[in-house]
């Protein structure tokens, strides 16, 4: 697609329910990144994907957060067990390779009630 | 660990001009900038590649030492338009390493 694109745009969830939140990247782009931006704060890098592959996880915050990317696409950050710290925007975005711009999606504005 | 920005705020008045300061406690190999209005994604301004490297857009310029470990960015003739928060993003080198991680912003508000 012409630009990144992250589905649900709004998602609300009750505490200790599961969340999947979905980020189709620019097409041919290799890596591709997940951020976190609570409100009124900065970007928390979370873990990107070169190719298939996360080199780097260690900003995923706890075991309840997981992330994959498939056929070097579609990515999926999945939250088990949702608490209400959660409650964010969670920011995709993709670039031509490791070390280009990156091209963020709109996000997803995740309440947790 | 995180970049640091200086100033967190800045209010200019339209026609003037204004420098973002960003700080790296590790050693860099690239910094990104990109700016991000209220209620929106961050935008893609420019990346700087190199020790001493400049770039411009527009009006938006910036700059890179790498043996200081700092970039700034600077903005002539502010124009209403380039209010929003302004991010940089160092990064460092080699596989695992290319990621972002980004200074808490400057946000930066220009009235007429």
């Known amino acids: 697609g012409a630009g990144v694109s992250q589905s649900p745009s709004n998602k609300v969830t009750e505490k200790g329910k599961d969340v999947e939140l979905r980020c189709d990247p620019i097409s041919g782009h290799t890596a591709l990144y997940w951020y976190r931006q609570r409100l009124g704060q900065g970007l928390e890098f979370l873990i990107y994907f070169q190719g298939n592959s996360a080199p780097d996880k260690s900003g995923l915050p706890s075991d309840r957060f997981s992330a994959e990317r498939t056929g070097e696409s579609v990515s999926t950050l999945t939250i088990q067990r949702t608490q209400q710290e959660d409650s964010a925007v969670y920011l995709c975005?993709?670039?031509?390779?490791?070390?280009?711009?990156?091209?963020f999606g709109s996000g997803t504005r995740l309440t947790v009630v | 660990q995180q970049p640091v920005q200086s100033p967190q705020a800045v209010i200019l008045r339209e026609g003037e001009d204004a420098v973002i300061n960003c700080s790296s406690s590790k050693a860099l190999y690239s910094v990104h900038w990109y700016r991000q209005k209220h209620g929106e994604a961050p935008v893609f301004l420019m990346i700087l590649l190199k020790g001493g490297e400049q770039k411009g857009h527009e009006k938006i310029s910036a700059s890179f030492n790498e043996k200081k470990q700092q970039s700034s960015l600077y903005l002539t003739a502010s124009q209403l338009s380039y209010s929003g928060t302004y991010f940089c993003g160092p990064s460092g080198c080699g596989a695992g390493s290319y990621q972002l991680t980004f200074g808490k912003g400057t946000k930066l508000s220009v009235i007429p």
């Open positions: 975005a993709s670039s031509f390779r490791e070390n280009y711009g990156y091209t």
